[in-house]
């Protein structure tokens, strides 16, 4: 049936689930869908010889238009088979965009080399590429670090799920200070934890890189020191927007107060996520990760921003009195007493909220007071 399918003149997007492939079979797919785009594949076996295997390759490097293909949690039904001839026909496909392979099960060997993943880094269409549990070792680290200052082109790396060194985390973060494409990295976790080391590096390529937006160190266990660092990075850097770090269920008032300092002044971050934080530093997270969402730097920023601005802004969080109480204590100028006649009252002149209240001020000091009320004019204060 699969070898039907591929002569579908439409055919542009192929989808499988827990099956076995014969890659015979598939090649033979891939050479009579010539429009065919997208290739997803998951929780699959791969059957085959070595040979079937790189006659595979040769058909697959001359697609036309496969931009996508993704393999998710398969393997081969022969772990002596070697896919560097897949891989570096990856690297030659002209409108490759999206690679995406992640083993299943245990594996004694990676089955393919640092070689090939070189040739693959100097894809000119690669955009994407997901590399998670393939048991990489230190060539192909050294390799992605290679690769990290060189291409240009790439714009995700996802590497979860990989042992590895806390040398290597040091050797990536240095790339990544170098690296002027990268949008999205995904860090695997040394078995023994991030090092300070390792997070002071990525700390300081968080202050010079201006392309990153999105930063996950799934797993991470980060110690007060190592928090410390990353909030400092934190601080200085501009464009990143998303984050995902762990720490230590004993973290103590060092990193703490380095995070709520970082998140006082970083008004980018639209999502922070703190794994195994105390219920305290989830809340102070969420908190000003609301204020960011509603648009705090547009008021913070740069100090510029004018009066209607800040109503506005106002208007915007009246349900959020967490929030309000911030803004308005960022600004007490929004907020006069008025003293006319004799009352303490808070009032704001602009922010009149759709839903607002008047009440009746009177004086009711004496009797003489009670009696004249009625000719006094009434003052109206917005209760908010």
Known sequence: MLEAVGHLSTLEELQIWCSTIP????RKTIESAKVLRKVYFFRITLSGTQAEFDDFAATLKDHPSLRDFRIGGFQTSDENINLDSVVEAFAEMPALEVVSLQLTGFHESVPFSGNSLARLFQSESLSDLYLSRLGLVAEHFDVIVRGMTENENLRVLDLFGNNISNEHVVSMAEALAQNTGLETLVLPCPAEDLSVESCKAISQALQVNKTLVTLNLPRSILTDEGLT???EGLTVNTTLKKIEVGVSKSIGGKGTDALEEMLEKNYELQRLVVSSAEKGVKEKVEFYMRLNEVGRGSLLRDGKATREQWVEM???????????FYFISMNPALCQFANTQ???VIITEEFRPKRRHTIELGNYNSAE???NKLKAKPRRASAF
């Open 342 to 344: 004799g009352a303490d």
């Open 369 to 371: 007071d009670e009696a």
């Open 229 to 231: 660092h990353i909030a």
């Open 314 to 324: 106002l208007s915007t969080v009246t349900n959020d009195l967490d929030c309000l």
């Open 23 to 26: 890659i015979g079979v598939f």
